[in-house]
């Protein structure tokens, strides 16, 4: 990365009024977060795939700093998955049960950014009464 004046950095940190400018400004905003290298020249790589490899760099940066907080996402998946078994019939927890397997758990918990047990059960409680709401009024329906 190319040594930016404090100018030039702030410069950077401003949203540009051009939309057509926004791809560039979020590349200036992933170089100085990440320190990463310049977008390459549009003649060897498409900026597109750049900003791509960006986002997986960024994505892996946040899934470390999740990590290195202690967080322990397989035993909150395991709690819930035992939970729904112990709850199997009542309230829509056999969706959970029928539907989810653990690494579908995990990337849920990760997506909402729950990190306690109490939380991931209040967060699938309320997809597995949406489920049992749409399976009432199916039932309904039937009728």
Same mark, same amino acid.
């Given at each position: 990365?190319?040594?930016?004046?404090?100018?030039? #950095? %702030?410069?950077?940190?401003?949203?540009p009024?051009n939309?057509f400018?926004?791809?560039?400004?979020?590349?200036d905003?992933v170089?100085?977060?990440l320190?990463a290298?310049?977008p390459?020249p549009?003649? /060897?790589?498409?900026?597109r795939? *750049?900003?791509?490899?960006?986002v997986? %760099?960024?994505?892996g940066c946040?899934?470390?700093?999740?990590?290195? #907080?202690?967080?322990?996402f397989a035993?909150?998946? +395991?709690?819930?998955?035992?939970? +729904? /078994?112990?709850?199997?019939g009542?309230?829509g *927890?056999?969706?959970?049960?029928e539907?989810?397997t653990?690494d579908?758990?995990i990337a849920e918990l990760?997506?909402e950014g729950?990190a #306690?047990r #109490?939380?991931?059960?209040?967060?699938f409680?309320?997809?597995?009464a949406?489920?049992d709401? %749409?399976r009432?009024?199916? %039932? +309904?329906? +039937?009728?």
């Amino acid at each position: 990365m190319t040594a930016r004046s404090p100018r030039e #950095s %702030r410069k950077a940190l401003d949203f540009p009024d051009n939309p057509f400018d926004a791809a560039g400004y979020v590349g200036d905003l992933v170089c100085l977060v990440l320190g990463a290298e310049e977008p390459p020249p549009a003649a /060897q790589t498409p900026y597109r795939h *750049w900003r791509a490899d960006a986002v997986r %760099r960024i994505t892996g940066c946040l899934d470390a700093c999740v990590f290195a #907080s202690g967080v322990d996402f397989a035993a909150i998946a +395991a709690a819930v998955a035992a939970h +729904a /078994q112990a709850h199997y019939g009542k309230d829509g *927890w056999d969706f959970i049960v029928e539907c989810w397997t653990l690494d579908e758990i995990i990337a849920e918990l990760r997506e909402e950014g729950v990190a #306690s047990r #109490s939380a991931a059960i209040a967060d699938f409680a309320r997809i597995a009464a949406l489920l049992d709401e %749409r399976r009432a009024e199916v %039932r +309904a329906e +039937a009728w």
